[in-house]
């Protein structure tokens, strides 16, 4: 069926969204004249324009360009309405504007112009509201938890390049994983080693016992740090210094940072314990509960896809050649697609093939035997254990069977196993 006959009896509207106002255009079939609106961002004039719409007695298909997180109320109360929802690549909208105008430059009416004919020609993508699928709570967890995480970098960063080379830059050796709470204890109560050294070392082990936390090696660890303190290089500002203070409030900031991402993760497999999705990913090597949440709440059911070259497409993963006359690329990856899914699944293959007695390991070894000391072999086949664990998520989601290590099989289509 043509795209002209799906729209000849479907009431056509495009709206460019903006943060205070969207600029409506709508399309009656047999009609040429477009009908335009402006509403304001407010529950009155989204009843006002479903009103309109109804007022049609048409079915009503809605095209609109992803804008931020502005487009989302509209969204929900068109599509609770029971309007049918398309989402508009921002890509193929810029490409169809410089086509249909000959020219770069956009404008909000022309933007809604420009969507009304993707619609027409069906160059639209499926809208999911997360809040209507029920997945809203898991996209806040894993956006919240990213951002939380970022902030910790990036202010661990500061801690490593500002105030530990001023007041004490040989402790940044005691520290091994960003994962724990103990060093930024340390550090937020002995901020300096003149407030170690101050003390007798039988002092301050006792002193500082409860704050390391539970270490095997607890009194080595303290006095290899009180020896350090004796002949460190740090700047000799005194306790009570303002510097001192501002390092003491970056420390706890730190601190609360840990204990919101420790909340976040606890709060994850509270929620998602019983999902079966989430059982299923679980038992892929590499996907631990935070790799499964951000897979949930970017991926929503992966069931939709019905192949998995639609879901690495729509990852960035799939395959993309330039060529022109005689001329031929080389094929990479398109990245035109969800980066966070494109990260994750990098980050899951790292730790994959890292385990023993897994598909991952296999053909990441396989894939570096002839020279494995080269780095961009190294990264090329990176790249590809993680459109395997893409493949493979897909997979094991979609037949509702766990992850199998060596499993090999033949899946509908001709493609490769769950783990090939």
Same mark, same amino acid.
């Given at each position: 069926?043509?795209?002209?006959?799906?729209?000849?009896?479907?009431?056509?509207?495009?709206?460019?969204?903006?943060?205070?106002?969207?600029?409506?255009?709508?399309?009656?079939?047999?009609?040429?004249?477009?009908?335009?609106?402006?509403?304001?961002?407010?529950?009155?004039?989204?009843?006002?324009?479903?009103?309109?719409?109804?007022?049609?007695?048409?079915?009503?298909?809605?095209?609109?360009?992803?804008?931020?997180?502005?487009?989302?109320?509209?969204?929900?109360?068109l599509g609770q309405a029971g309007f049918d929802l398309k989402l508009v690549s921002s890509v193929g909208l810029a490409r169809t504007r410089e086509a249909l105008h000959n020219s770069w430059d956009k404008n909000d009416p022309k933007d809604a112009q420009v969507i009304l004919r993707m619609l027409e020609i069906g160059a639209v993508q499926f809208?999911?509201?997360?809040?209507?699928?029920?997945?809203?709570?898991?996209?806040?967890?894993?956006?919240?938890?990213?951002?939380?995480?970022?902030?910790?970098?990036?202010?661990?960063?500061?801690?490593?390049?500002?105030?530990?080379?001023?007041?004490?830059?040989?402790?940044?050796?005691?520290?091994?994983?960003?994962?724990?709470?103990?060093?930024?204890?340390?550090?937020?109560?002995?901020?300096?080693?003149?407030?170690?050294?101050?003390?007798?070392?039988?002092?301050?082990?006792?002193?500082?016992?409860?704050?390391?936390?539970?270490?095997?090696?607890?009194?080595?660890?303290?006095?290899?740090?009180?020896?350090?303190?004796?002949?460190?290089?740090?700047?000799?500002?005194?306790?009570?210094?303002?510097?001192?203070?501002?390092?003491?409030?970056?420390?706890?900031?730190?601190?609360?940072?840990?204990?919101?991402?420790?909340?976040?993760?606890?709060?994850?497999?509270?929620?998602?314990?019983?999902?079966?999705?989430?059982?299923?990913?679980?038992?892929?090597?590499?996907?631990?509960?935070?790799?499964?949440?951000?897979?949930?709440?970017?991926?929503?059911?992966?069931?939709?896809?019905?192949?998995?070259?639609?879901?690495?497409?729509?990852?960035?993963?799939?395959?993309?050649?330039?060529?022109?006359?005689?001329?031929?690329?080389?094929?990479?990856?398109?990245?035109?697609?969800?980066?966070?899914?494109?990260?994750?699944?990098?980050?899951?293959?790292?730790? /994959? @093939?890292? !385990?023993?007695?897994?598909?991952? &390991?296999?053909? =990441? #070894?396989?894939?570096?035997?002839?020279?494995?000391?080269?780095?961009?072999?190294?990264?090329?086949?990176?790249?590809?254990?993680?459109?395997?664990?893409?493949?493979?998520?897909? /997979? @094991?989601? !979609?037949?509702?069977?766990?992850? &199998?290590?060596? =499993? #090999?099989?033949?899946?509908?289509?001709?493609?490769?196993?769950?783990?090939?």
């Amino acid at each position: 069926m043509t795209a002209t006959d799906t729209t000849a009896s479907t009431l056509l509207v495009a709206i460019d969204i903006s943060k205070h106002r969207h600029e409506v255009l709508i399309g009656a079939p047999g009609k040429k004249r477009r009908r335009r609106l402006t509403i304001t961002n407010t529950l009155d004039d989204f009843r006002r324009l479903a009103a309109i719409l109804m007022d049609y007695g048409l079915p009503v298909r809605i095209g609109f360009e992803a804008t931020g997180n502005y487009h989302r109320p509209l969204a929900h109360h068109l599509g609770q309405a029971g309007f049918d929802l398309k989402l508009v690549s921002s890509v193929g909208l810029a490409r169809t504007r410089e086509a249909l105008h000959n020219s770069w430059d956009k404008n909000d009416p022309k933007d809604a112009q420009v969507i009304l004919r993707m619609l027409e020609i069906g160059a639209v993508q499926f809208f999911h509201d997360p809040l209507a699928t029920g997945v809203a709570d898991i996209q806040e967890l894993s956006k919240t938890h990213e951002i939380v995480s970022r902030s910790k970098t990036e202010l661990w960063h500061r801690i490593l390049t500002h105030y530990l080379p001023l007041y004490f830059p040989e402790a940044e050796r005691f520290h091994r994983s960003s994962r724990t709470d103990w060093f930024l204890a340390f550090l937020e109560k002995y901020p300096t080693p003149g407030m170690i050294t101050a003390m007798r070392k039988e002092v301050f082990v006792a002193d500082a016992w409860q704050v390391v936390g539970r270490k095997v090696s607890k009194e080595r660890l303290l006095s290899d740090i009180y020896s350090t303190a004796v002949g460190s290089v740090g700047l000799p500002v005194h306790p009570d210094s303002d510097a001192v203070r501002m390092f003491r409030l970056v420390l706890a900031e730190g601190r609360s940072l840990v204990r919101q991402r420790n909340e976040i993760e606890a709060r994850a497999v509270e929620l998602l314990s019983d999902h079966p999705d989430y059982q299923l990913l679980t038992t892929i090597p590499g996907i631990g509960p935070i790799n499964a949440l951000t897979i949930l709440a970017e991926a929503g059911d992966l069931r939709r896809f019905r192949h998995h070259r639609q879901f690495l497409k729509f990852c960035g993963m799939d395959l993309a050649t330039v060529q022109s006359g005689m001329f031929r690329g080389q094929s990479r990856i398109s990245k035109y697609g969800n980066a966070r899914l494109r990260r994750t699944f990098w980050m899951a293959g790292q730790v /994959a @093939v890292l !385990k023993r007695t897994n598909s991952f &390991r296999d053909k =990441f #070894e396989r894939y570096i035997a002839r020279d494995r000391h080269n780095a961009h072999l190294r990264r090329k086949a990176y790249t590809a254990i993680a459109a395997k664990m893409a493949r493979t998520v897909h /997979a @094991v989601v !979609k037949h509702g069977e766990p992850y &199998r290590p060596f =499993f #090999e099989g033949v899946s509908p289509g001709g493609g490769s196993s769950l783990t090939s």
